[in-house]
């Protein structure tokens, strides 16, 4: 948890900045990308990378185990434990791992087992956990196929298998809970009920065999009737599973998921198509239910992804909400009750193309929050917030009115890229600790971050962390009480401005204005280095200018400033590190060689030195950069560089990725 700040006003501003100093570090000549060193700006694309469990399905006495491959260099171990909470606390039971799945044996029926992965690299001796923890219920399966012929269908073996996954749902129910297994095919249904100790799994071939299972070639698809809901989830605290399942409303579906006061964990899991929210969650209990949603995806529901409303605790790994039509994730609200905290930890999640927020997170208080004080804990890590309608991600503090309750949120090595809002937008009306760090916001129609507020003073630190091309500005503080504290960054051609604080009470500090009209604006600016002119002699890979794209008629664009703009030269469209040669300009217009697709406008265009192959910037100082040495340091430390690279391109944690071993 980050500890609460004081308020900004509240402090010397040489005492914030050694503070700043102290806890960002900074790049310098003897020791590039080492011990102390600001870990850059990063963000994880669609497709999940980091290792980690995606897949687990349990039968008579036995399991099989999926997981996500680690890269070249890491080592992977399997633990298990009694308990989620004590999965780690011996040794692993497998290790290292090979290959990425495993089938194990010899386990007593009906007693719960939990299940992690833990990475490491090679020649280290400590395990880190990776992932989220995994519970099976070891059980003999109840078998249902679509094509199962039997005569008198009871599920206790393949041959006797139930033709429909309502069949078996049903007799898992009536049994206190049960492993049904489907194979691969598709099944019209509705209102499939899952009540406590029931797990769904597809993904399986005619003989169920265990080894041969694979979801992502062999597919379950649970077709859901017109007017109907797809799982009707009712579990209470005996969490309910679905794993290897594609939940499709093409045929008029109206919620894919629906869960009421239950724990649940969805796990390759695909939910499309529903004419309202593809996944639905309500909790109207004073108990906190466990969501877990690993390696899912999300997509084009007519509603929101995933709607969230009560008291849970949620947990999203490794999935993707795109295209829906209106939120990707919408937690409204989400509650802490009195004497608890409320988690929503998210990682190396994709946010794509949403009709309005990628994710919109309201931290509510109950109505009557009685005499004990709450709180949030808001935790995301390696996403990527990309093509929203508003903005990419909002968290908004709904709680300032209940005395006590506070909340925690930080954002880590994570991407919010051509948004319709800002990319980072927290409404800080409550009482709060703010941590961006390593984040890159970009090409954004709004600010690339938005601090907003009420009358509870404090402020957000932002540090190591690049906002590059945005319409409006870099980072704002506007409307309340709320100031920021930017440390170690990049402010690069955004329209309005780098930083902007209104009220006047922001700072910035050993941080790069590059090609940045206004670099603060009622921020105090202190080791704030200025590059206005392209041919200086300072990154690795930068745009030479920024201009914003107004109108597209085929191959053609309207630009703001077309003058920049020469025949040959290379542009860049909303950030989108695709490289596109310019055939002919004029005084009010830039002809491409080839026709944009999918362009919403305005949106920023970057220039690039003509022929260049690759448009991805890399804020990285090159040798005999003119900034090396420029940031503030402490008395008798050595000089510091400004902005979030080490001095040389062989820095480590390049852009674009996140890495647990590699902390802020």
Known sequence: MIPHAPPLARRSLFALLLTLTACTGGGNGANPGGPGGVNPPSGQGESATLPGLVRAVAGDGTVRLDWRAAETGVELALFQGATRATVYDGSPVDAPLAGTSTVRTGFPNGTPVFFGIASRLQGE?????????????????????????????????PGSAFPRIFLGVLTAFSNGGGNVWVRGGTYTESFLPIGPFVHVSGGFDAD????????EVIETLVRVDASGIGFSIQAAGDG?????????GSAGGVVGIDLVDSDAALRDVRVEGFSDRGIRLRNQQLECFDIFLVDCQVLGNGADGLSIIGPFDVFLQGSTFA????EGVELDDLVALA???????????????NGTEGLDADLAAPLFPGFQSGSFRVSFRGCLFEENGADGLL?????????????????????????GGAGFHVDA?????????????????GDGISITSETTEGFAWIAASICEANLGAGVRASIGQKSVAVSHSILAGNVLGGVIDAGGRSSIVNSVAYLQALG?????????????????????????????????????????????????????????????????????????????????????????PPAASEVASSYRLVPGSSLTGQALSAPGDPALDPGPFGPSASSSSPPGTFSPSDPP
């Open 125 to 157: 001796t400590a395990w880190r956990p990776a992932g989220r923890v995994l519970e099976l219920l070891p059980a003999p399966p109840i078998y249902v196929d679509a094509a199962s012929t039997s005569a008198q269908p009871d599920g206790t073996t």
């Open 208 to 215: 169920f065999s265990l080894q041969t299972r694979d979801p």
């Open 240 to 248: 309910a599973i679905l794993d290897g399942l594609v939940v499709d």
């Open 323 to 326: 295209g829906n039509v209106q």
């Open 339 to 353: 004497g608890t905290t409320a988690t929503l930890d998210v990682e190396e999640c994709t946010f794509r193309a």
């Open 395 to 419: 968290v908004d503090e709904d709680y300032e009115l209940a005395a006590g309750w506070t909340a925690s949120i930080e954002v880590l090595g994570s991407r919010a890229r051509a948004n």
């Open 429 to 445: 009306d409550g009482t709060d600790s703010i941590l961006l760090h390593r984040v890159l916001a970009s090409a954004n129609r």
């Open 520 to 608: 603060a604006s009622g921020a105090e600016a202190v080791a704030l280095a200025r590059i206005d002119d392209e041919k200086t002699p300072a990154f690795v890979r930068a745009p030479r200018a920024f201009t914003v794209a107004t109108l597209l008629t085929g191959s053609t664009l309207g630009v703001s400033d077309p003058g920049l703009v020469a025949p040959g030269d290379t542009v860049e469209l909303s950030d989108d590190d695709a490289a596109r040669l310019v055939k002919s300009a004029s005084s009010s217009n830039v002809e491409l060689t080839e026709a944009p697709t999918a362009l919403t406008l305005p949106t920023p265009l970057a220039l690039w």
